[in-house]
Nanobody, 127 residues
Framework: QVQLVESGGGSAQSGGSLRLSCVGYGYRRSSYCMAWFRQAPGKEREGVAGINLGGSATYADNVKGRFTISRDNARDLLYLQMNSLRPDDTAVYYC?????????????????????WGQGTQVTVSS
């Protein structure tokens, strides 16, 4: 049984930094695309950043230049380095992986493209 487990959430001041981690258990092969999504209170879940097996990353416009996604394929690890945090970054952050283990091009940030999801980790940014 495969499982994604996030860690690293917590509280930060506006302008601060946090680093999220996600470890995959039970995967025989790494997913082509992995991504981070987030859901703020009262809002729909939105894509934050995605990364393919080759390391090519895609970012939502509102995090470009502030967040960096990376992955360690050998250890089934996914990271999200979040700098210059703002109060509107407050949300539950989810790690996601698609079923496909091969692909072409950059990753999309659409929920329907992802099959496995972590339980989420809370990030709270205060002003």
């Amino acid at each position: 049984q495969v499982q994604l487990v996030e860690s690293g959430g917590g509280s930060a001041q506006s302008g601060g930094s946090l680093r999220l981690s996600c470890v995959g258990y039970g995967y025989r092969r790494s997913s082509y695309c992995m991504a981070w999504f987030r859901q703020a209170p009262g809002k729909e879940r939105e894509g934050v950043a995605g990364i393919n097996l080759g390391g090519s990353a895609t970012y939502a416009d509102n995090v470009k230049g502030r967040f960096t996604i990376s992955r360690d394929n050998a250890r089934d690890l996914l990271y999200l380095q979040m700098n210059s945090l703002r109060p509107d970054d407050t949300a539950v952050y989810y790690c996601a992986a698609e079923e496909a283990t091969e692909g072409l091009g950059d990753c999309m940030l659409s929920e329907e493209d992802y099959f496995d999801w972590g339980q989420g980790t809370q990030v709270t940014v205060s002003s």
